[in-house]
């Protein structure tokens, strides 16, 4: 049966893509202040650094270890075909200069991708100004990446 088709394998991605979208509320990581008080270090001194993101972070760290270790002992995943491992484990230049540019926009707009998708749902003014960037930026990193990357590109598609 085709992925597409496969209702276990589409409930569950409903499931966690609602759960993901609440916990985004909940937490307060769809607001860009929110986040940039979380990601201000230099205002720990003063006591107006917030590290209650912090909380978001940690049990999803602990939830995806323990899924992964109950994962890897499995012959199949329950629903699909296979299992999708990264195919490309090698930290190179690409990676890091991607992680940091990608860095320097959260850090600047205090919106990071999936929250901003969550943001949708109240459509501020911001949103729709990041979002156009994104796509601008997405669409460049896309055109600056070697020739060597390409199958990277296609794999993420």
């Known amino acids: 049966m085709a992925k597409s088709l496969n209702l276990p394998y589409l409930a569950v991605a409903a499931v966690s893509g609602a ?34 993101l912090a909380f978001v972070i940690v049990p999803a760290i602990v939830v995806m270890f323990v899924a992964v270790r109950i994962g890897r002992r499995r012959q199949v995943p329950a629903f699909d075909t296979s299992f999708h491992e990264p195919e ?31 943001l949708i749902a109240f459509w501020p003014f911001s949103l729709l100004v990041f979002l156009v ?23 993420a598609q």
Do not use: E, N
């Not at 190179?92 to 992680?99: F, R, W």
């Not at 600047?108 to 998708?117: E, F, K, L, V």
């Not at 896309?142 to 060597?148: D, T």
């Open 88 to 118: 490309f484990k090698k930290i190179d230049t690409p990676l890091v200069a991607g992680a940091a540019i990608f860095g320097i926009g959260w850090g600047m707009s205090g919106i990071c991708p999936g929250p901003a998708i969550s």
């Open 19 to 52: 759960l993901f979208g609440a916990g985004l509320y909940v937490s307060q990581m769809v607001d860009p202040l929110k986040v940039l008080r979380f990601l201000d270090f230099t205002a720990i001194p003063t006591g107006g650094w917030d590290p209650s």
């Open 133 to 155: 960037a994104l796509f601008v930026g997405s669409y460049a990193g896309a055109l600056v990446i070697p020739s060597g990357h390409d199958k990277r590109l296609a794999i």
